[in-house]
């Protein structure tokens, strides 16, 4: 309460005195523009910090987040309370909303210096500012919003079929999943494949003569993001697979451990060509992922509870029990994805 009363009689005494000169204004105007920036270009640049080359699109992102609205205010704030600090010596939190406005609190301790003095390769020079842009809300880099760091914020959804593989990263940002990048590896067990790499920075496409397997081609695709994105399996708090048939025992996202890798060897027969490059994918995972943890989603699980009515055939019941033979229904990871998506838009609870 002694602290506020000071910061108060402060404030006050402030209001008394005579207005700025005008060289406090233009240095407050210099810092707030140079904040607002330093802002803008984590937003929207991927390179190109100093303005030296003419403005084009390969120096900006293409998925453009976090909020602007907002920054010019906070940058406008922590310029005159830190007149006020430095002016009356006053021990201060500037304390801000729930992580709106992620680029200005950013842009404001970089120019200050203190972002580099716990960041030294995030320095005060053009690569520094290049890297300070280019991190905010990309792979490898920081989230759009104000947020505590911490290790394992961004979720892996993997996708092996027996032809292609799909790779998917997102940034769990205070529960907001923001989409940092798809790899789609197309002409697994071919004379060649295509690698197509889509994040901010547009679409690569590359094609390379070589016959690639499951586990080699999850291998090439690390390697890739790893190499562009600064991707570490570190920074994963979890990985995802589609498992195409879960039989009629796995109806739901399903923990993956030495068992259920057992069960899934033994439900290869009923989905082939799919289910035996999911366990491929899986086993690969986990060796490269270590104690990462990973689950499975399966696409029989959505129609799980079709009536016997729908989902029986007209075969002897023991023969269908036997070898597990009844419609399953497929596709039910983005069925359940468009029902959610239906339900959550009217606003209303429905039975299925």
Same mark, same amino acid.
């Given at each position: 309460m002694d602290q506020?009363? %000071?910061? %108060?009689?402060?404030? #006050?005494?402030?209001?008394?005195?005579? &207005?700025?000169?005008?060289?406090?204004i233009k240095k407050i105007d210099a810092y707030w523009r140079a904040a607002n920036y330093l802002s803008v270009g984590q937003i929207y640049l991927l390179d190109n910090p100093f303005l030296k080359q003419q403005l084009s699109l390969q120096h900006v992102k293409r998925r453009l987040l976090g909020d602007w609205g907002t920054t010019p205010g906070l940058n406008f704030i922590y310029a005159h309370l830190n007149r006020l600090i430095k002016a009356h010596d006053i021990d201060m939190i500037f304390l801000t909303g729930p992580g709106h406005g992620g680029p200005a609190i950013v842009a404001d301790v970089y120019l200050e210096g203190t972002y580099s003095e716990f960041y030294p390769d995030i320095s005060q020079n053009e690569e520094g500012m290049k890297k300070l842009f280019k991190q905010f809300s990309f792979p490898g880099g920081i989230p759009s919003h104000v947020a505590p760091e911490k290790n394992g914020s961004k979720i892996l959804t993997i996708n092996c079929r027996s032809f292609s593989i799909k790779v998917s990263l997102f940034?769990? *940002?205070?529960?907001?999943?923001? #989409?940092?990048?798809?790899? #789609?590896?197309?002409?697994?067990?071919?004379e060649q494949f295509k690698l197509e790499v889509i994040s901010s920075r547009g679409k690569e496409s590359t094609v390379i003569t070589k016959n690639i397997g499951i586990a080699e081609g999850l291998q090439f695709i690390f390697d890739v993001i790893t190499r562009k994105f600064d991707f570490t399996f570190s920074?994963?708090?979890?990985?995802?697979? @589609?498992?195409? #048939?879960?039989?009629? @025992?796995?109806?739901?996202?399903? @923990?993956? *451990? &030495?068992?259920?890798?057992?069960?899934?060897?033994?439900?290869?027969?009923? %989905? &082939?060509?799919?289910n035996n490059a999911c366990l491929l994918g899986i086993k690969e995972c986990l060796v490269l992922g270590g104690s990462i943890p990973q689950v499975a989603v399966f696409d029989t699980a959505f129609h799980h509870s079709l009536p016997a009515v729908v989902a029986n055939y007209a075969i002897a019941s023991d023969t269908a029990l036997k070898h597990q033979i009844k419609r399953y229904g497929f596709h039910g990871i983005a069925n359940a994805f468009l029902w959610n998506t239906y339900v959550e838009n009217i606003k209303v609870e429905i039975l299925r």
């Open positions: 506020l009363s %000071a910061l %108060a009689s402060t404030l #006050h005494q402030e209001k008394l005195k005579e &207005p700025l000169s005008v060289l406090e940034d769990n *940002d205070n529960g907001i999943n923001n #989409h940092l990048l798809d790899v #789609h590896l197309k002409g697994v067990n071919l920074s994963l708090q979890g990985i995802g697979h @589609r498992f195409v #048939h879960g039989g009629s @025992r796995y109806l739901s996202t399903t @923990r993956i *451990d &030495p068992i259920v890798i057992t069960d899934f060897e033994k439900m290869s027969y009923l %989905a &082939p060509l799919y």
